[in-house]
């Protein structure tokens, strides 16, 4: 059965054949109904000055947050708006995204992206996981170790594209049994990278930042356009589809 995304590439694939038109994928807002998906942030409002609010399509309904001084900045493209991050600005949720998670997802489209994108919680506690952009590559997990602690695999590596289009990063973690976990990232819809961990995350209230760590000045540059969290790991068919429904080509 076609999607709107194999309808759009059959498209382009008639109108691009004559090699006469520039192209790239741009991700669709996505409604959720799934009872699993704690957070949808599709950062399509319109361009606002002072303070702004983004809005939670998922059942969760949570809204995210950011100052006059900090928000970044609304661009606007032929299939809706998204942010583009600079050094210092970024988004909040607070402690709304306060899950017992048995499992995770987290999905974001970008571009250009450098620095701190993404985190839950604290990235060296027992109850963080975060994205970040670092040495050319993804970082999906957490540093957790110190004295008393082991030292543990993650943060997982995953290189990025080396180009300025718009992809489609996920990052998931589920349990495999005697207290460790698997963590993978998906580029595109395709596995990139996968390792297994000795240790799970725990359940707690925390913090929840777009852009920059959750409790340090260390922040993100590009492009961001939806953001979404899942309280279990999407299996590789569900990230395939994700990607597939968000994609739209555009002509710039």
């Not at 999607?3 to 192209?23: D, H, I, K, Q, R």
């Not at 001084?69 to 708006?81: D, H, L, R, V």
């Not at 583009?84 to 499992?103: D, H, K, M, N, P």
């Not at 027992?126 to 110190?146: A, C, K, P």
Request: aromatic share 12%.
């Amino acid at each position: 059965m076609w999607n709107l995304a194999m309808l759009f590439t059959a498209f382009a694939g008639s109108v691009f054949a004559g090699g006469n038109m520039p192209f790239m994928f741009m991700p669709l807002p996505t409604v959720s109904t799934s009872s699993d998906n704690v957070l949808m942030l599709n950062l399509n409002e319109a361009s606002a000055s002072g303070d702004r609010v983004f809005l939670d399509s998922s059942p969760s309904g949570f809204i995210a947050t950011c100052a006059s001084a900090t928000c970044p900045s609304t661009i606007a493209s032929a299939s809706g708006n998204y942010l583009r991050f600079a050094w210092g600005q970024f988004l909040t949720l607070g402690t709304q995204v306060s899950q017992a998670f048995t499992g995770i997802t987290v999905s974001v489209w970008t571009r250009n992206p450098d620095g701190q994108m993404f985190e839950r919680g604290v990235w060296n506690n027992e109850d963080g996981f975060g994205l970040v952009i670092t040495s050319g590559n993804y970082q999906f997990g957490h540093w957790f170790g110190g004295t008393g602690y082991p030292t543990y695999n993650l943060p997982l590596n995953s290189a990025v594209p080396a180009d300025s289009a718009w992809h489609h990063v996920v990052g998931t973690m589920s349990p495999v049994g005697d207290g460790t976990t698997q963590w993978k990232i998906y580029t595109d819809g395709v596995l990139t990278a996968s390792v297994i961990d000795k240790r799970t995350i725990t359940a707690s209230v925390a913090t929840t930042t777009l852009g920059r760590r959750a409790t340090e000045a260390r922040y993100f540059t590009g492009d961001v356009s939806s953001l979404g969290i899942w309280n279990r790991a999407l299996n590789a068919t569900e990230v395939q589809n994700l990607y597939q429904s968000q994609n739209i080509i555009l002509t710039y």
